[in-house]
């Protein structure tokens, strides 16, 4: 079973930057398909909402307040999603959130996602 780990979540100030990490327990599903990718965040009172995708292709999509000031990637050899975010706003703040689920995906909604983590706070100040 897929288990996710998210990492490096911090306050920081507006305008600065974090790495978040996603260490994921294996790459494939037990009949061998790859996973596809995501960042989510929720903030309070807010619906949980789309940051980042990377299709199990290898394409990514970005909505568009992450777009120009966040980058995901993965590295493979380590099971390991990442998600560069630079120019940070104070509307940036929430819980971040890694998910997977089989197969290649391309739409970036929370309810297609079957595997989360436990959510990683990120809060920026003013």
């Known amino acids: 079973q897929l288990q996710l780990v998210e990492s490096g979540g911090a306050s920081v100030q507006a305008g600065g930057s974090l790495r978040l990490s996603c260490a994921a327990s294996r790459a494939t599903d037990s009949t061998g398909s790859g996973y596809s990718w995501a960042w989510f965040r929720q903030a309070p009172g807010k619906e949980r909402e789309g940051v980042a995708l990377?299709?199990?292709?290898?394409?990514?999509s970005y909505a568009d307040s992450a777009k120009g000031r966040f980058t995901v990637s993965q590295d493979a050899a380590k099971n390991t999603l990442y998600l560069q975010m630079n120019s940070l706003k104070v509307e940036d703040t929430a819980m971040y959130y890694c998910?997977?689920?089989?197969?290649?995906?391309?739409?970036?909604?929370?309810?297609?996602?079957?595997?989360w983590g436990q959510g990683t706070q990120v809060t920026v100040s003013s």
């Open positions: 998910a997977a689920r089989v197969g290649y995906w391309l739409r970036l909604r929370a309810d297609d996602f079957h595997t």
């Open positions: 990377i299709a199990n292709s290898g394409w990514i």
